[in-house]
C-alpha cells in the first residue's frame, strides 16, 4: 500500500447526474446529493434524461405527435432540475435529453464519450418506477461504466 497515493484527495470535476422522469422519488434523491456535490466543490454537473424505449408501446410510436410529446416532457423534466440547480447556486449546469433507447446503454455508449463524466449519480429506482427491476439501471450502469458511479436511495 502507498501512503502517498493513500493521502491524494480523490475529486470529481465532472458530475453526470441521470433523472429518470417517470420516477420522481429516486431522481429527487440523486439531484439533491448531485447539486449538492456540485455546488460545495464548484464542478460542472451535466443532468440527462432518456426516453426510454420500454416506455413506448406500439400505440405510442403509431400515434402522430405522441413520441415526440414524450421527448418534449422529458425535456421540460431536465429544464426544470437544471433551472432548480442553477437556484441552489450550481454555476455550470448543462442538460441532455436523449430521444429512444436503452437507458442504461444511451448513459454508456453516447452521453459517458461526449460529456467525459468522471462521477455519475443515479437514483435507485423505486417500486413504482416503470422499471421491471427496482435499482436495475443503476446497478447496469455501475457495473459497465469506467467511472465511478453512486446509486443513491
Excluded: W
Excluded at 480523490?10 to 440523486?30: G, K, Q, Y
Excluded at 464548484?42 to 413506448?56: F, H, M, P, T, Y
Excluded at 402522430?64 to 450550481?90: C, F, Q, S
Amino acid at each position: 500500500m502507498n501512503n502517498d497515493e493513500l493521502s491524494k484527495p480523490l475529486i470529481f470535476r465532472r458530475v453526470l447526474l441521470t433523472i429518470d422522469e417517470d420516477d420522481p422519488n429516486s431522481s429527487t434523491h440523486a439531484f439533491r446529493y448531485a447539486t449538492t456535490l456540485a455546488h460545495d466543490y464548484q464542478v460542472k454537473l451535466c443532468i440527462v434524461s432518456v426516453l426510454e424505449s420500454d416506455d413506448l408501446n406500439i400505440f405510442d410510436v403509431m400515434t402522430p405527435g405522441k413520441v415526440d410529446e414524450r421527448a418534449d416532457n422529458i425535456k421540460r423534466t431536465v429544464d426544470n432540475y437544471m433551472k432548480l440547480a442553477e437556484d441552489l447556486g450550481v454555476n455550470d449546469v448543462q442538460g441532455l435529453t436523449i430521444s429512444a433507447g436503452d437507458v442504461d446503454d444511451v448513459i454508456l455508449d453516447r452521453v459517458i464519450p461526449e460529456f467525459k463524466p468522471d462521477l455519475i449519480v443515479c437514483g435507485s429506482d423505486t417500486d413504482d418506477a416503470s422499471h421491471r427491476v427496482p435499482g436495475a439501471v443503476g446497478l447496469r450502469i455501475a457495473k459497465r461504466a469506467n467511472v465511478s458511479v453512486i446509486v443513491v436511495r
